[in-house]
């Protein structure tokens, strides 16, 4: 990921000898960790800038505000997720429903490396949208709605190859897979392990209309 350089504003400069737009992305990298554990609210700008090594005066350096910080922090993990479905929905050597199944599988290994500690970070901030600043909200929903339109056109492929019933709404039956992942995430979060994922693409796929 490639971040363009800021214009320097006032006050503390950053370390010596570090790049500004390396810090930047360690700090985005650093807080996209904390928040698909904590959440936006419980999240301590301290105890991130301590990971990276960076003082505290220099924090608005780099971002104007914890409103703008968690911004970037949703931008970077918008485009991190999108690699990851692409990945999978778009992989022509698998058929379009084992390519919803790879998904599934590869989240779940995502998972379990950081044991089952750190969600879906849109997820993660829907849950506490009623306190976070309004423009979030918009945000979220686009990312959202990103989502929902690449699984439908790999919906849409399944029934091209008559995996799925033509008559089938796959924007509908998309948002609907969404809306049952999320749950299934925060699930396997508390559960600390990844059963809640395996059942949900199970019965899912399973209910499909052939």
């Known amino acids: 990921m490639t971040i363009e350089p800021i214009k320097p504003r006032r006050g503390r400069p950053p370390k010596a000898g570090r790049e500004n ?5 360690m700090l985005i ?12 609210a419980a999240a301590g700008i301290d105890g991130i800038l301590r990971q990276v090594g960076v003082p505290k005066g220099s924090f608005y350096y780099y971002f104007d505000s914890k409103e703008a910080f968690g911004l970037a922090i949703i ?28 998904f599934v599988d590869d989240a779940a290994r995502g998972m ?33 709605t ?3 339109s690449r699984l439908s056109h790999c919906l849409q492929a399944a029934q091209q190859q008559n995996e ?3 008559s089938v709404d796959c924007d509908a039956l ?6 049952g992942w999320e749950g299934a995430v925060m699930r ?3 559960n600390g392990n990844a059963q809640p994922l395996t059942q949900f693409i199970h019965f899912f796929l399973a209910g499909l209309p052939r």
Do not use: M
């Not at 737009?21 to 992305?25: G, H, I, L, M, Q």
């Not at 990851?84 to 084992?98: A, M, V």
């Not at 009623?130 to 686009?142: I, K």
């Open 174 to 179: 998309a948002a609907y897979f969404w809306s």
């Open 164 to 166: 799925l019933a033509a």
């Open 75 to 102: 931008e970077n993990y918008a485009r991190f997720f999108a690699h990851k479905l692409d990945k999978c929905l778009l992989n022509e050597t698998l058929s379009p429903l084992q390519r919803i199944q790879a």
């Open 112 to 144: 379990a490396k950081y044991q089952f500690a750190r969600g879906c970070l849109v997820g993660n901030l829907g849950q506490e949208v009623a306190n976070l600043p309004f423009n979030y909200r918009q945000q979220l929903l686009s990312i959202l």
């Open 21 to 25: 737009t390396d810090t930047r992305e």
């Open 29 to 40: 990298r650093s807080g996209t960790a904390v928040l698909t554990e904590q959440g936006f």
């Open 146 to 148: 990103e989502w929902e």
């Open 188 to 190: 396997a979060k508390l």
